[in-house]
Protein backbone atom coordinates (compact mmCIF):
# COMPACT_ATOMS: atom_id res chain seq x y z
CA UNK A 1 0.00 0.00 0.00
CA UNK A 2 1.48 3.55 -0.69
CA UNK A 3 1.69 5.76 2.00
CA UNK A 4 3.44 8.56 0.44
CA UNK A 5 3.03 12.46 1.41
CA UNK A 6 3.83 15.26 1.92
CA UNK A 7 7.03 15.37 4.30
CA UNK A 8 6.98 17.96 7.22
CA UNK A 9 9.39 20.25 7.56
CA UNK A 10 11.08 20.50 10.82
CA UNK A 11 11.93 24.03 10.66
CA UNK A 12 8.11 25.08 10.02
CA UNK A 13 7.27 23.58 13.46
CA UNK A 14 7.49 27.36 15.10
CA UNK A 15 4.63 28.84 13.43
CA UNK A 16 2.07 25.85 14.48
CA UNK A 17 -0.27 26.48 17.26
CA UNK A 18 0.80 26.34 20.98
CA UNK A 19 -1.04 25.77 24.09
CA UNK A 20 -0.94 26.86 27.57
CA UNK A 21 -3.68 24.15 28.39
CA UNK A 22 -5.35 20.88 27.09
CA UNK A 23 -7.45 21.66 24.97
CA UNK A 24 -9.92 19.61 22.80
CA UNK A 25 -11.85 20.01 19.47
CA UNK A 26 -15.85 18.40 19.52
CA UNK A 27 -18.72 18.69 16.77
CA UNK A 28 -22.31 19.08 18.18
CA UNK A 29 -24.55 15.75 17.65
CA UNK A 30 -26.80 18.19 15.35
CA UNK A 31 -26.99 15.72 12.31
CA UNK A 32 -26.40 12.29 14.35
CA UNK A 33 -28.05 9.45 13.01
CA UNK A 34 -27.43 5.82 12.61
CA UNK A 35 -28.27 5.76 9.10
CA UNK A 36 -26.09 3.13 7.68
CA UNK A 37 -24.30 -0.23 9.43
CA UNK A 38 -20.21 0.12 9.20
CA UNK A 39 -19.78 -2.07 12.51
CA UNK A 40 -21.28 -4.57 14.32
CA UNK A 41 -22.36 -1.65 16.76
CA UNK A 42 -24.52 -0.20 14.40
CA UNK A 43 -26.25 -3.42 12.77
CA UNK A 44 -29.65 -3.45 14.30
CA UNK A 45 -30.18 0.21 15.09
CA UNK A 46 -30.16 2.24 11.65
CA UNK A 47 -32.70 5.17 12.35
CA UNK A 48 -33.44 4.46 16.18
CA UNK A 49 -31.27 6.78 17.51
CA UNK A 50 -32.14 10.10 19.89
CA UNK A 51 -30.91 12.60 18.35
CA UNK A 52 -32.18 14.58 22.20
CA UNK A 53 -30.44 11.83 24.27
CA UNK A 54 -27.43 12.26 22.06
CA UNK A 55 -27.52 15.71 23.14
CA UNK A 56 -27.63 15.58 25.95
CA UNK A 57 -24.82 13.48 26.47
CA UNK A 58 -22.56 15.35 24.81
CA UNK A 59 -23.38 18.46 26.44
CA UNK A 60 -22.47 16.47 29.80
CA UNK A 61 -19.71 15.46 28.23
CA UNK A 62 -18.88 19.01 26.97
CA UNK A 63 -19.21 20.72 30.32
CA UNK A 64 -16.96 18.04 32.38
CA UNK A 65 -14.25 19.18 29.60
CA UNK A 66 -14.44 22.81 29.80
CA UNK A 67 -14.04 22.52 33.47
CA UNK A 68 -11.08 21.37 33.10
CA UNK A 69 -9.18 22.22 29.31
CA UNK A 70 -10.39 24.48 26.80
CA UNK A 71 -13.34 23.03 23.97
CA UNK A 72 -13.35 24.59 20.75
CA UNK A 73 -16.39 23.64 18.64
CA UNK A 74 -16.33 22.71 14.93
CA UNK A 75 -19.54 23.52 12.92
CA UNK A 76 -21.58 20.40 12.41
CA UNK A 77 -22.76 19.59 8.74
CA UNK A 78 -25.80 18.18 7.07
CA UNK A 79 -24.83 14.91 5.32
CA UNK A 80 -22.23 13.72 7.61
CA UNK A 81 -23.76 12.15 10.91
CA UNK A 82 -20.89 10.61 12.29
CA UNK A 83 -18.82 13.73 12.47
CA UNK A 84 -19.83 13.84 16.34
CA UNK A 85 -17.00 11.24 16.78
CA UNK A 86 -14.27 13.80 15.62
CA UNK A 87 -11.32 12.07 17.22
CA UNK A 88 -11.64 9.69 14.38
CA UNK A 89 -10.72 12.70 12.11
CA UNK A 90 -6.90 12.60 12.46
CA UNK A 91 -4.20 12.34 15.16
CA UNK A 92 -2.74 15.43 16.20
CA UNK A 93 0.35 16.03 18.43
CA UNK A 94 2.27 19.48 18.83
CA UNK A 95 0.77 21.04 16.14
CA UNK A 96 1.16 18.54 13.38
CA UNK A 97 -1.90 16.68 12.21
CA UNK A 98 -2.28 13.04 10.44
CA UNK A 99 -5.39 12.80 8.83
CA UNK A 100 -7.22 9.82 8.66
CA UNK A 101 -7.81 8.11 5.21
CA UNK A 102 -11.55 6.70 6.12
CA UNK A 103 -12.02 3.41 4.35
CA UNK A 104 -16.09 3.94 4.52
CA UNK A 105 -17.13 6.51 1.63
CA UNK A 106 -20.07 7.33 4.18
CA UNK A 107 -17.56 9.14 6.28
CA UNK A 108 -15.27 10.44 4.07
CA UNK A 109 -16.78 13.91 3.41
CA UNK A 110 -15.91 14.84 6.86
CA UNK A 111 -12.46 15.24 6.06
CA UNK A 112 -12.93 18.25 4.04
CA UNK A 113 -14.15 20.14 6.93
CA UNK A 114 -11.90 18.92 9.38
CA UNK A 115 -9.22 20.10 7.05
CA UNK A 116 -10.53 23.45 6.00
CA UNK A 117 -10.67 23.90 10.50
CA UNK A 118 -7.59 22.95 11.19
CA UNK A 119 -5.60 24.68 8.28
CA UNK A 120 -7.37 28.38 9.60
CA UNK A 121 -5.68 27.56 13.10
CA UNK A 122 -2.17 26.94 11.63
CA UNK A 123 -1.51 23.48 12.28
CA UNK A 124 0.28 21.91 9.63
CA UNK A 125 -1.17 18.75 7.81
CA UNK A 126 0.17 15.14 7.18
CA UNK A 127 -2.03 13.74 4.23
CA UNK A 128 -3.04 9.60 3.89
CA UNK A 129 -3.51 8.09 1.09
CA UNK A 130 -6.91 7.07 -0.12
CA UNK A 131 -5.64 3.43 0.20
CA UNK A 132 -3.83 3.78 3.53
CA UNK A 133 -6.67 3.12 6.08
CA UNK A 134 -6.92 4.94 9.24
CA UNK A 135 -9.40 6.64 11.62
CA UNK A 136 -7.25 9.21 14.40
CA UNK A 137 -7.43 9.02 17.45
CA UNK A 138 -10.06 6.00 17.04
CA UNK A 139 -7.49 4.06 16.50
CA UNK A 140 -4.44 5.43 18.02
CA UNK A 141 -3.44 7.43 21.11
CA UNK A 142 -0.26 9.07 22.53
CA UNK A 143 1.18 8.61 25.84
CA UNK A 144 0.81 11.40 28.66
CA UNK A 145 4.50 12.55 27.38
CA UNK A 146 3.81 12.63 23.72
CA UNK A 147 6.44 10.21 22.63
CA UNK A 148 5.21 6.88 22.29
CA UNK A 149 2.21 6.31 19.79
CA UNK A 150 0.21 3.67 20.56
CA UNK A 151 -1.65 2.23 17.51
CA UNK A 152 -4.04 -0.81 16.73
CA UNK A 153 -5.28 -1.80 13.09
CA UNK A 154 -8.40 -3.89 12.23
CA UNK A 155 -11.04 -3.45 10.19
CA UNK A 156 -10.70 0.03 10.06
CA UNK A 157 -7.02 1.19 10.09
CA UNK A 158 -4.30 -1.20 8.48
CA UNK A 159 -1.03 -1.94 9.93
CA UNK A 160 0.35 0.21 6.77
CA UNK A 161 -0.87 3.14 8.36
CA UNK A 162 1.19 3.02 11.49
CA UNK A 163 4.54 3.31 9.57
CA UNK A 164 2.48 6.43 7.84
CA UNK A 165 1.08 7.79 10.26
CA UNK A 166 4.11 7.64 12.64
CA UNK A 167 6.39 9.67 10.59
CA UNK A 168 5.68 13.16 10.91
CA UNK A 169 6.19 13.06 15.00
CA UNK A 170 9.64 11.38 13.89
CA UNK A 171 10.60 10.27 17.50
CA UNK A 172 7.26 8.59 18.17
CA UNK A 173 6.99 4.54 17.70
CA UNK A 174 3.87 2.46 16.39
CA UNK A 175 2.72 -0.37 19.40
CA UNK A 176 0.94 -2.63 17.20
CA UNK A 177 -2.48 -4.09 18.75
CA UNK A 178 -4.31 -6.40 16.52
CA UNK A 179 -8.49 -6.47 16.83
CA UNK A 180 -10.58 -9.23 15.11
CA UNK A 181 -13.75 -6.87 15.18
CA UNK A 182 -12.14 -3.21 15.19
CA UNK A 183 -9.33 -1.68 16.49
CA UNK A 184 -9.65 -0.03 19.79
CA UNK A 185 -6.19 1.57 20.86
CA UNK A 186 -8.45 4.37 22.38
CA UNK A 187 -9.52 1.78 25.23
CA UNK A 188 -5.89 1.30 25.97
CA UNK A 189 -5.55 4.68 26.63
CA UNK A 190 -7.76 5.88 28.73
CA UNK A 191 -7.43 2.89 30.96
CA UNK A 192 -4.16 4.01 32.04
CA UNK A 193 -5.81 6.89 33.22
CA UNK A 194 -8.62 4.89 35.43
CA UNK A 195 -11.30 4.68 33.39
CA UNK A 196 -12.93 3.05 30.48
CA UNK A 197 -15.47 5.08 28.96
CA UNK A 198 -17.97 3.97 25.98
CA UNK A 199 -16.72 3.94 22.51
CA UNK A 200 -18.92 7.37 22.13
CA UNK A 201 -17.37 9.07 25.03
CA UNK A 202 -13.87 8.49 24.04
CA UNK A 203 -14.92 9.20 20.09
CA UNK A 204 -16.32 12.79 20.91
CA UNK A 205 -13.53 15.00 21.27
CA UNK A 206 -10.34 15.63 19.95
CA UNK A 207 -7.63 15.89 21.04
CA UNK A 208 -5.58 18.84 19.67
CA UNK A 209 -3.24 20.46 22.24
CA UNK A 210 -1.65 20.09 25.22
CA UNK A 211 0.29 22.66 27.33
CA UNK A 212 3.47 23.88 25.45
CA UNK A 213 4.58 25.97 28.16
Known amino acids: MATSSTVVQQENLDSTPHYTRPTFLMCPPEWY??????????????????????????????????????????????????????????????????????????????????????????????????????????????????KILWAAHGVRTCRAAHAHVSAPFRRCIPAHSPSARGSRASSASTASRGATPSCSTRCTASTIGMSTA
Not at 97 to 126: C, D, K
Not at 127 to 144: I, L
Request: hydrophobic letters at 40%; charged letters at 20%.
Open 33 to 146: GVDYVLNPWMAGNVNRSSRDLAFAQWKSLYNVLHSVADVRLLHPEPGCPDMVFLAHGAQINHGVAALSSFSPRQRRAETVFLRQWLLGQGFLLWETPRETAFEGQGDSAFDDDG
